[in-house]
Every structure is written in C-alpha cells, then in structure tokens.
C-alpha cells in the first residue's frame, strides 16, 4: 500500500471521529462525572507533561539515594584513622576541618580519657541519634555533587542539636569518596555568621575561596559581589561544584537581607554549580526575612534538627565513654533526663558530665598516692553517681553569669526575657530596643505589675549593659537602638528559676 493511501485513510478515520466527538468524548471523560473537559484537556491531563515526568523521576532517585545512604549509615563500621582533606575557610586563611579524637597513650587515667572525649570540642567515631539527618544531608548534596548543578538546604533547630557537626560529618565522608575516585571534586567554604563583623563580608570570604592562586589579593565586598554575580552567571564546564556551610544565618541579616536572598538565589541559576548549607536555630526565618513569596520561589530544601530526648542524650554520652568504666549507669541516666527536661542541649549533658568527672578525680587524687596515679586501673576507679552529678549541676548553676542574673531586680530580669522573647520571635540576633519595650510592658500588664516608662527602661537596658548581660549599639539611646544578648539563653533561665513570675514568662520566652 503506497504512503499515499495510509494517509489518505488516515485522514478519513480522523474525520470519522470528529463527527462522532460527542460519543467520544462521552467515553474518554467516563472518569470524570459528565464534565465538558475538552478533549485536548482530557488528553493533558491522563498524560504527564515531559517535565512533570523529570520532576518524578528526579523525586524518585533523591529518595533512593536516601533510602541507600540510610541502610548504609545503619551498617557502616567507620575507619579508627581515615583520610581527611577537608577544607574551610576563615577570614585568612584556609584550614583543615578538626580531626577525629584519638585516645591517648594506654599510661592514661580513664578519668583522663573521659574527661576529653567528653569535652564538647572533641571529635567523636560517630554521630548517634542523626542517621536520618545525616543520610538527608548526605543524599541531596552528593546529588548536587555528582550532577554539577545548584541547590540550598536549609538545617534548623535550637543550640546543641548537633547540626554543625551533622553537616561537618557529611563533608568528611563526601572528600573520603572523593579521595577514593568515587565522586568528583569540589570546593568547600564554612562562613561563620560570628567570625564576621559585617555580613557583607560572605561576598569576601567567598571570592577568596574560589581562588585560592590570587589569594594574597584582597577585594571589596560590593567587587566580590560583583564577581560572584558574573560567575554564577556564566557557565564554564571546567569549574567544580563550590559546597557553602553558612552556619549561624541569623547573624548574616542585613537590613535589606541582601545578603541572605543573594546566597539562597544562586544555586537556583541553571549554571551555577553552588550547593549552599545555610544553618540557623529558626526554622521560619527566610519567611521573617524574606517575603513568603520570594522564600517560596527560592525552593529550599528544609531538614529540621529536634531537640535530644533523654534517651539520645544517653545515647550521646555512653557513646564517648565507651571502655571507659569511669561512670555509674545510673548517673549518665540522671544527667541526661535533667538536661532533656530543660533544653534536650547536648552540649550542656557533655559539660555536666565532664564535670563530674573532675569532681571525682579530684577526690581520688586527694586519696591516693601520687605514685600511684599513673597506674589506676579501672577497678581502682571511683565511678561518678548520681550524687556527683546533683553536685556538678549545682555548680553550673552557681557560675558567676547565673549568680549574677539571680541578683538582679525584677526589672532587669523581665528585661532580659523580654530580649529573650524579641529574639526568638524575629529569628534574629540583634532587636530593637522598642520591639522589647513594648514585650517589656505588656509582660507587666499580663502580670498586674505597674509598667515602667520608657526612659525608665532605657536605664534598665543601660545597667545590664554596663554588668556585661546585653550588648549594646554604641552611640544610640533612642527606641532604634540594636540590643543583643551576651548570656547564654540557658544562663538567663536558671537564674530566674526561683522566680515565679520570670518562670511563667519564660514559657513563652
């Protein structure tokens, strides 16, 4: 049958079921109840368009990686002493990431022992309680990685939820399989929101990095925005991916959050080849900063970071004292559902049990022979109880910041969960003195107290600052003026622990 003829009857059929289009679409649109759905509409919409499927099949590998690193994760056995390369950058100078902890000479009391891996800076073998975390983090960059594209993976959750050390985890295993040939290089950048005095300086540190030979030149941070624009712009196929931790992101806002917008909207470009790890303790801020619109349209990914129970917190730290008999089972119980109670903080678990620690070896030293030191042995060893530890969280809670906050009026303290509060709400780590002001005053009239005035409160403000307990902006005294904490959160709670009023605004602090 010549080519002539198929299309001819082609075409017949064709009109044939153009003028029978109302049984047709009858039956096509069955499923749908009766509509008038064209048939061009029906058609769409049984079919997926080309980028809804690449959007699927892209959803369904990210979850496969997932799920492979999550049993990988579940299974591994980490090497004693691997191979590190990692690099980050500071405001001078590129340094490697902090190796692993490495247990001293076997001449070692274990209350020495104990005492350093239970210190909060140590590195240790593994990250309990974080697989599902890390396999997230894990999965989309070495996505990113692999492809050479762009993406912002946005990590939030309160202070010693280990997200830091998460991410620094991620990177270490990324440039092992990069040291073994099994993923492509990249670059890696930390910038650290407290390790900067202006946030403009991320443009900085960022340019420097991605040129390591032109390092000694220094450029402005308008020159190197500048720079970064045209680079992200452009696409050169020879440039490796550039992996950016941006940790502390609340200190990073600036006042038109140029900053934050510009390094959320980068990897988004289809030539960028910049994957960016941003961390903060909110996990709304981009939409407290950023409009809902524009945060939408970013498109970032968001892992959260829950606060430790108290079984993690065990976890955590009979983990670090693994073959080390230095410890009642009960004590490490107690330390950890004290702290889960109040903050699920591990930093703050690790701090009380290295304290007790020290309390124990103090009164094993004071009772044996210094010869015989060097030579304890682990039946030898006076474990820390439960005891030990009441005693180390009584003199947490005797330190000078938490002595110095028991003393202050009543004001002052209001005043200092007021800017605990204003900070909370905003996501930021600077306020303004009228935002916590005006919390200030509705505090008293929930609480049937007489409001002070403002220039009342602009005295408060200044005493705490001159005790060291706020900083200050300098050469302002209006209602603009930009306050920030100088003690820690968990400081400021149990000195107003015995204040009953303070303890009932603090719920909400």
């Known amino acids: 049958m ?36 064209s048939e061009d509409e029906a058609v769409t919409k049984r079919t997926p368009t080309r980028s809804n499927q690449w959007a699927e099949l892209q959803r369904a590998r990210a979850q496969q990686r997932r799920s492979q690193w999550k049993a990988a994760v579940n299974k591994r056995k980490k090497p004693t002493i691997a191979p590190r390369s990692i690099k980050r950058l500071n405001t001078t100078a590129i340094t490697p ?37 890390f396999a997230d983090i894990m999965g989309f960059v070495e996505g990113a990685v692999e492809s050479g594209t762009g993406t912002c993976i946005y990590v939030a959750g309160v202070p010693g939820t280990g997200k830091t050390a998460t991410v620094h985890e991620v990177i270490r295993h990324l440039q092992y399989r990069v040291e073994q040939k099994e993923l492509p290089a990249f670059n890696f950048v930390e910038i650290n929101g407290m390790k900067v005095t202006d946030p403009n300086q991320a443009y900085s540190i960022l340019w420097q990095s991605l040129n390591k030979a032109d390092n000694n030149r220094r450029v402005t941070s308008h020159h190197a925005l500048d720079l970064l624009e045209a680079k992200f712009s452009t696409d050169k196929p020879d440039d490796m991916t550039t992996v950016v931790l941006m940790d502390e992101l609340d200190l990073l806002v600036t006042k038109k959050q140029t900053v934050m917008y510009n390094f959320f909207e980068w990897p988004n470009r289809p030539n960028s080849k910049l994957v960016v790890v941003a961390i903060a303790n909110t996990m709304d801020l981009p939409e407290r900063i950023l409009t809902n619109k524009v945060s939408s349209r970013l498109g970032l990914t968001r892992i959260n970071f829950e606060p430790y129970t108290h079984r993690q917190l065990y976890q955590i730290v009979d983990s670090r004292l693994e073959g080390v008999d230095a410890f009642e089972t009960e004590a490490v119980e107690f330390a950890a559902r004290k702290v889960s109670a109040v903050s699920g903080d591990a930093r703050r678990a690790l701090d009380i049990c ?109 005493s705490l600052g001159q005790a060291r307990a706020l900083v200050i902006e300098d050469g302002r005294t209006d209602l603009m003026m930009r306050i920030s904490l100088n003690i820690a959160t968990e400081d400021i709670k149990m000195g107003c622990k015995d204040d009953r009023l303070i303890t009932r605004l603090l719920v909400n602090a």
């Not at 017949?12 to 759905?37: C, I, K, L, P, Q």
């Not at 190796?99 to 000479?105: F, V």
């Open 97 to 133: 990431l902090q190796r692993r902890t490495q247990d001293r000479s076997a001449a070692s009391t274990p209350y020495e022992i104990a005492r350093e891996r239970l210190h909060v800076s140590a590195v240790p073998d593994s990250l309990p309680c974080r697989e599902d975390e």
């Open 2 to 37: 010549s080519p002539v003829t198929r299309r001819q009857k082609r075409h017949n059929r064709v009109n044939y079921a153009e003028s029978e289009s109302d049984h047709s679409d009858s039956e096509f649109d069955s499923t749908s109840s009766g509509s008038d759905m």
């Open 354 to 462: 290295r304290r007790a620690v020290e309390i124990v070896e103090a009164r094993h030293n004071a009772t044996t022979k210094p010869s015989t030191t060097t030579s304890t042995t682990s039946n030898q060893v006076a474990r820390v109880t439960i005891p030990t530890i009441n005693q180390a969280i009584k003199e947490m809670l005797q330190s000078p910041f938490v002595a110095s906050v028991q003393s202050y009026a009543l004001h002052q303290k209001l005043f200092l969960v007021s800017v605990m509060h204003s900070i909370r709400h905003s996501g930021l780590g600077e306020v303004r003195f009228s935002d916590v002001a005006m919390y200030h005053i509705r505090a008293c009239t929930w609480s049937n107290i007489e409001p002070p005035t403002m220039s009342d409160l602009m005295q408060v403000c200044q």
